[in-house]
């Protein structure tokens, strides 16, 4: 048992260290991207995005009524899409280790509000109202999407940037609506057990802990980066592979 929980443990651990990425593959392949190709990245990206998922899920967890699970999922979509367009368009650059801990602090915080945690250890009535709090999160996570599209050229400010943002946050929500039904049929198998409620109690404790783990890897990471500019795209780096590129449509020419 306790070797199953190591090798669980890596798995995860794993997961979160190499996956939500722009890759340097991506950034290259993007230079003279469709605006097909960025609504595919945007819902790849989402779908190895392991803390917008991760909130997600806490979001969603103990709501069966279909009204409710739209309402809740529309307000944070509506929250992320509203940050994740202006603040890419303007160029609002924030160091992402620290947006990704706030994003991580907030899984901790829908996992606790999950357990009653607000009842339990502040003598509280109700909790902090649950919607406000999505739309606030998803704001916030909005911030975290934005500045992995921000690493990718998307070119100067016009309709060309406009639209590749645009494509980027459709493929985001296609991303999110693949991963909520997934979701909700692991909740509703979860459902059907006679224990649920206590599995549900340890589940969002599990999710608890797995908030701490992104919050201690992103604080670690932060730690270790300088700037936001550290996390762009270089000009430089644009510049050189667009003269790599006509140079190889130059001696293409020649040879021919």
Same mark, same amino acid.
Not at 229 to 237: A, H
């Given at each position: 048992?306790?070797? #199953?929980?190591?090798?669980?443990?890596?798995?995860?651990?794993?997961?979160? /260290?190499? /996956?939500?990425?722009?890759s *340097?593959?991506?950034?290259? /392949?993007?230079?003279?991207?469709?605006?097909?190709?960025?609504?595919?990245?945007?819902?790849?990206?989402m779908?190895? %995005?392991?803390?917008?998922?991760?909130?997600?899920?806490g979001?969603?967890?103990?709501?069966?009524n279909?009204?409710?699970?739209?309402?809740?999922?529309?307000?944070?979509?509506?929250?992320?899409?509203?940050t994740?367009?202006? +603040?890419?368009?303007?160029?609002?650059k924030?160091? @992402? @280790?620290?947006?990704?801990?706030?994003?991580?602090?907030?899984?901790?915080?829908?996992?606790?509000? =999950?357990?009653k945690g607000?009842?339990?250890?502040?003598?509280?009535?109700?909790?902090?109202?649950?919607?406000?709090?999505?739309?606030?999160?998803?704001?916030?996570?909005?911030f975290?999407?934005?500045?992995r599209?921000?690493?990718?050229?998307?070119?100067?400010?016009?309709?060309?940037?406009?639209?590749?943002?645009?494509?980027?946050?459709?493929?985001? *929500?296609?991303?999110?609506?693949?991963a909520?039904? %997934?979701?909700?049929?692991?909740?509703? +198998?979860?459902r059907?057990?006679?224990?649920? =409620?206590?599995?549900?109690k340890?589940? =969002?404790?599990? !999710? &608890?802990?797995?908030?701490?783990?992104?919050? #201690?890897?992103?604080?670690?990471g932060?730690?270790?980066?300088?700037? /936001?500019? *550290?996390?762009?795209?270089?000009?430089?780096?644009? &510049?050189?592979?667009?003269?790599?590129?006509?140079?190889?449509?130059? =001696?293409?020419? *020649? !040879?021919?």
């Amino acid at each position: 048992m306790k070797k #199953l929980f190591v090798l669980v443990f890596m798995l995860i651990f794993t997961s979160f /260290a190499f /996956a939500h990425g722009i890759s *340097e593959a991506d950034k290259a /392949a993007m230079l003279n991207g469709s605006n097909l190709q960025y609504i595919w990245l945007g819902a790849t990206h989402m779908l190895t %995005g392991y803390d917008h998922l991760l909130f997600l899920f806490g979001v969603i967890f103990f709501l069966t009524n279909t009204k409710d699970i739209i309402r809740f999922v529309t307000i944070f979509t509506i929250g992320h899409s509203i940050t994740l367009i202006f +603040a890419t368009f303007i160029g609002i650059k924030i160091n @992402y @280790y620290i947006i990704d801990a706030v994003i991580a602090l907030s899984v901790i915080y829908k996992a606790f509000d =999950n357990n009653k945690g607000f009842q339990s250890y502040f003598g509280m009535k109700k909790s902090p109202s649950i919607l406000i709090m999505v739309l606030i999160f998803g704001l916030i996570h909005g911030f975290g999407l934005s500045t992995r599209l921000q690493q990718l050229p998307l070119g100067e400010q016009g309709m060309e940037m406009f639209l590749r943002i645009i494509s980027f946050n459709v493929g985001v *929500e296609l991303g999110q609506i693949l991963a909520l039904i %997934g979701m909700l049929i692991v909740l509703n +198998a979860l459902r059907k057990l006679k224990e649920f =409620n206590r599995y549900s109690k340890i589940s =969002n404790h599990f !999710l &608890m802990f797995l908030g701490f783990l992104l919050l #201690l890897m992103q604080l670690h990471g932060y730690i270790h980066t300088q700037s /936001a500019d *550290e996390l762009e795209f270089p000009k430089k780096t644009h &510049m050189h592979i667009h003269e790599d590129m006509e140079i190889e449509k130059m =001696n293409k020419y *020649e !040879l021919n």
